[in-house]
Every structure is written in C-alpha cells, then in structure tokens.
C-alpha cells in the first residue's frame, strides 16, 4: 500500500537556525511528491514538488527538498528559519498516475522562535 | 486568476440535517478532488471528479455521501443525515486537464460542526 510517513509530530528551531522537516514514503511505482504548509484555519499552500529530473528542489519562501530514492524520503529544508515559518506542514504522494488523488503524512507542526 | 473557492468557509448543523458544501475551481481546471481533515490529523482522499463524472471515489463512505461535479456550476460533497463524527474541515482541490504531473491546488475548506 501507499504510505507516507512524517516521524516527527513537531520540530522546534530557533530562528536564522537551519530546518529540517522529515519525509518517507513507501510507493510502488515512480513517486510524485508533494510538500503543503497550512496555517491555523487556513487551506493548504503548495510549497515545491518533485516529479523527475534533479534531486534537490527548490520552492516557495526559500524551501527546498531533496528527493532521495535509496532511503526513499523528501525532506523538507531551509537553511534559515523565520519566525512566519511557523506553521503545519504536509509531505504527500500522488498514486495512480498523474492525475490521481494524494496521500498525506500526518502533518509536522513547526514551531520557531524568536 | 481566482484561487480554489469554497462556501460556506464555515457551516453548523444540527445532528440528522443535511450538509451541502460548495467548490468552484480554479479557472480552466477541470479536475476537483475532495479530502477530509479530522482534528490533529493529516488529509483523507474521498472523492476525484472530472465535469459530469466520478473517477475515484473509493475514500468516500458508502452511505450518506455524495459528490457531483456538474457541467455547469461548483462540485458539492453533500453529506445526508449529519453525525457529530463527520465534524471535521473539507477541503477541495483543483487541477488543470493535461495529463501531466500537475500540482493540485486547495481552497481554504468548510469547517463543518455537527451539533
């Protein structure tokens, strides 16, 4: 079965610190994968994604993901944290070809400080 | 170009009543897909519409749900003879009709209370 697995339920950073938001996956089948950010009461916000070609992907605010196949996983980084990056964020895989529903992590919630 | 629209952002319903809840899609997006976030949890996939027809609704229960995605106007999910436990925030996402590895685009969602 499809599955998408987020370790950590939080991850505290202090601000201008590195982050790192953790991501596996367990797909049969070329991944298409997805990173979300949603804040409190709000839909969710595209962040980057990877479908082929280059490992490291760059996307929105400064986020980046590198897609590794040998430990299937796709972190989620970004070398400095903001107070405003503060939020929940989802790790998703696209299953049954291009055009087909989502399967979400469980949501890692960020927390930064000041 | 108008984003992912959803309404109502909020709705209550008494236990026993009927819940419709509206999505309007990015403009030139043909293809609507419907998920369910309980408390403290990720998204569930319910239910993937393309105009008139159902592609996959193999994450929607079997009774008391269904969605439809008219030729003309907004995809409603409508939920018949609420439950306290269908609380939850339903989101609905878009995406365009090429069949390449588009990314789907969400709205804000409906947080639905069920009294």
């Known amino acids: 079965a499809q599955s998408v697995a987020q370790p950590e339920d939080q991850v505290n950073v202090a601000e201008g610190n590195p982050l790192t938001v953790k991501c596996t996956y367990s797909v049969s089948g070329n991944p298409y994968l997805f990173w979300y950010v949603q804040y409190p009461n709000r839909g969710l916000q595209f962040l980057l994604k990877y479908i082929t070609g280059d490992n490291l992907v760059k996307g929105s605010y400064g986020f980046e993901a590198e897609f590794n196949k040998s430990q299937t996983s796709f972190h989620l980084k970004k070398p400095s944290a903001l107070v405003s990056d503060s939020a929940l964020y989802f790790c998703a895989v696209r299953v049954g070809g291009s055009q087909g529903n989502l399967i979400f992590g469980k949501g890692t919630k960020l927390s930064v400080k000041p | 170009n108008a984003g992912v629209m959803q309404n109502p952002r909020h709705l209550v319903r008494r236990r026993g009543q009927e819940a419709r809840l509206r999505c309007s899609p990015m403009k030139g997006h043909s293809h609507v897909y419907w998920y369910r976030q309980l408390p403290e949890e990720g998204l569930k996939f319910m239910v993937y519409l393309q105009k008139e027809n159902i592609i996959d609704e193999s994450g929607m229960p079997k009774e008391r749900f269904s969605a439809e995605f008219p030729k003309e106007g907004p995809s409603i999910l409508r939920i018949q003879q609420v439950v306290r436990g269908d609380s939850a925030a339903y989101f609905c996402?878009?995406?365009?009709?090429?069949?390449?590895?588009?990314?789907?685009?969400f709205g804000p969602g409906t947080r639905l209370l069920v009294l």
């Open positions: 996402a878009s995406s365009p009709p090429r069949a390449t590895q588009e990314t789907q685009y």
